[in-house]
């Protein structure tokens, strides 16, 4: 009997790649959570910025707490199974009326896993649709193979590379969108981008990027994860990080740091070039 979600949702999600929307916490506490990161912005400049923005859940509390969600782990268990650990997360912040935007990309690409079998999360803190730049999802395209990808490095494209799969039909598209609270998950095959926020707010989503099975390996880059629930993984010379036990924690600000090297090496292997996300 699933947790969470519904058989049609599992069904949709194994047919068209992503199942949206699902609704997490409520309205008042998604803004609750935008203050709190506002806030730590304005605190911490350099410890989240534009180019500081993977695995924040090791730094800040709330955010730790956001990928323990009891919500968001039942249905991630209703997909995977009882045993799951959290590989990273991306906080994905397109500014007011900026040219920001996501190129047509499959996230299990560079990611150094066995797999591409995974699902990943996406928690709207803002509105997420049309005009603030959504995600939009090409339905049913996981079940293809990994797509050439272009490195591109484009200065408004916010992925590492810039990386893109040319020639997809935008009219094929379906945009998910989310008000503050929802969440979207998403195959790590499945091609999706988004477009600019053209609105005068800022679009804000956080991305557990990804949860995972024990079936599945880090095979490029050291093991290195957050324990989320089940019997914990047992990879050799893998690295079990701790959850911080307030903002700014030492202990994981420091293996957070580790984190962000390894997962560079990973998302960049291969580059001519490499950014500082």
Same mark, same amino acid.
């Given at each position: ?8 949702? %599992? ?6 790649? #992503? %199942? ?24 911490? @400049? ?20 956001? $990928? ?11 997909? %995977? ?8 997360? /991306?906080? #994905?912040?397109?500014? @007011?009326?900026?040219?920001?935007? /996501?190129?047509?990309?499959?996230? $299990? ?8 079998? #995974? ?13 603030? *730049? ?18 591109? #490095? $484009? ?17 094929? *598209? /379906? ?29 804000? *989503? ?7 099975? @024990? ?14 629930? *089940?019997?914990?993984?047992?990879? %050799? ?41």
């Amino acid at each position: 009997m699933p947790k969470v979600l519904t058989k049609k949702q %599992i069904e949709q999600y194994h047919d068209e790649g #992503f %199942i949206s929307p699902i609704r997490v916490i409520s309205e008042k506490d998604a803004l609750s959570i935008k203050i709190q990161l506002e806030e730590v912005e304005a605190q911490y @400049p350099e410890e989240i910025n534009s180019e500081s923005r993977n695995n924040l859940h090791l730094s800040f509390a709330f955010l730790d707490a956001l $990928a323990h969600n009891t919500t968001i782990v039942d249905a991630i268990e209703d997909l %995977i199974g009882p045993d799951i650990a959290l590989w990273a997360s /991306v906080m #994905f912040i397109k500014e @007011p009326s900026s040219k920001q935007y /996501v190129s047509w990309h499959q996230d $299990a690409t560079y990611m150094g896993l066995d797999s591409f079998d #995974f699902p990943t999360p996406w928690i709207a803190l803002s509105p997420s649709n049309i005009e603030t *730049g959504c995600m939009t999802m090409i339905a049913g395209s996981h079940h293809s193979e990994i797509q050439n990808h272009e490195d591109t #490095f $484009a200065e408004n494209n916010i992925l590492t590379r810039g990386q893109v799969i040319p020639n997809i039909d935008r009219s094929k *598209g /379906v945009d998910l969108i989310l008000e503050p609270g929802e969440m979207s998950i998403h195959h790590g095959a499945i091609i999706h981008g988004s477009q600019p926020n053209k609105s005068n707010q800022r679009r804000i *989503g956080f991305s557990l990027q990804s949860y995972v099975p @024990p079936s599945i390996k880090q095979v490029v880059g050291k093991n290195i994860w957050t324990h989320i629930r *089940g019997q914990k993984r047992k990879d %050799i010379n893998g690295i079990e990080l701790s959850r911080p036990n307030y903002n700014m924690d030492p202990v994981t600000v420091e293996q957070r740091r580790v984190a962000e090297e390894n997962l560079s090496e990973i998302l960049y292997k291969g580059a001519k070039l490499k950014r500082k996300y």
